[in-house]
T-cell receptor, first 115, second 115 residues
Framework: KQEVTQIPAALSVPEGENLVLNCSFTDSAIYNLQWFRQDPGKGLTSLLLIQSSQREQTSGRLNASLDKSSGRSTLYIAASQPGDSATYLCAVRLAYGGSQGNLIFGKGTKLSVKP | DAGVIQSPRHEVTEMGQEVTLRCKPISGHNSLFWYRQTMMRGLELLIYFNNNVPIDDSGMPEDRFSAKMPNASFSTLKIQPSEPRDSAVYFC?????????????FGSGTRLTVV
């Protein structure tokens, strides 16, 4: 059974710091991995999508990497800002069985960037 | 594009009442997913449809839950009778067809409170 773990569960940093959020998954048979952002009381906003054949994706100050063989992904945020404060969720899309469409989510990392 | 549209945004109901949540996927997206989010369990897939056909409903908690997709632009999730433990945020998401390389787009969610 695929399990997705995100460490740390919460992170507080001063503004301007570069930071890394970690995501690990137990089964490497995935189609892709997606990072989302969720603001309190809001829905999920897709940040980056990495296909299983890719190593990384970049969007602005965000860079996500994927090492499928070791079951790991990282989300790198450069020059953090208070507006980056949110919960960041990692999700993998299964590549086998009847639930191939299923996204399995981690519990998220709650990020707080202090001014 | 208006994105994935869910209604209502908030629903408060008494135990035993029927609750219907609604979702309009992005036009042209052939896959639709219903997720539930709670503090304890995080995001869990309830059911997903492809071309209006339910593909995997193994996440539906029990017979009190039912979902339909009568056409490509509308889906409902019904709980009858509702119970306090059903209180959660329910998200709908859509994705372009069976190309699993595509990512998901989520709606803003329906916050359900059963008292």
């Amino acid at each position: 059974k695929q399990e997705v773990t995100q460490i740390p569960a919460a992170l507080s940093v001063p503004e301007g710091e570069n930071l890394v959020l970690n995501c690990s998954f137990t089964d490497s048979a995935i189609y892709n991995l997606q990072w989302f952002r969720q603001d309190p009381g809001k829905g999920l906003t897709s940040l980056l999508l990495i296909q299983s054949s890719q190593r990384e994706q970049t969007s602005g100050r965000l860079n996500a990497s994927l090492d499928k063989s070791s079951g790991r992904s990282t989300l790198y945020i450069a020059a953090s800002q208070p507006g980056d404060s949110a919960t960041y969720l990692c999700a993998v899309r299964l590549a086998y069985g009847g639930s191939q469409g299923n996204l399995i989510f981690g519990k998220g990392t709650k990020l707080s960037v202090k001014p | 594009d208006a994105g994935v549209i869910q209604s209502p945004r908030h629903e408060v109901t008494e135990m035993g009442q029927e609750v219907t949540l609604r979702c309009k996927p992005i036009s042209g997206h052939n896959s639709l997913f219903w997720y539930r989010q709670t503090m304890m369990r995080g995001l869990e897939l309830l059911i997903y449809f492809n071309n209006n056909v339910p593909i995997d409903d193994s996440g539906m908690p029990e017979d009190r839950f039912s979902a339909k997709m009568p056409n490509a632009s509308f889906s409902t999730l019904k709980i009858q009778p509702s119970e306090p433990r059903d209180s959660a945020v329910y998200f709908c998401a859509s994705s372009p067809g069976r190309r699993w390389s595509y990512g998901y787009t989520f709606g803003s969610g329906t916050r359900l409170t059963v008292v």
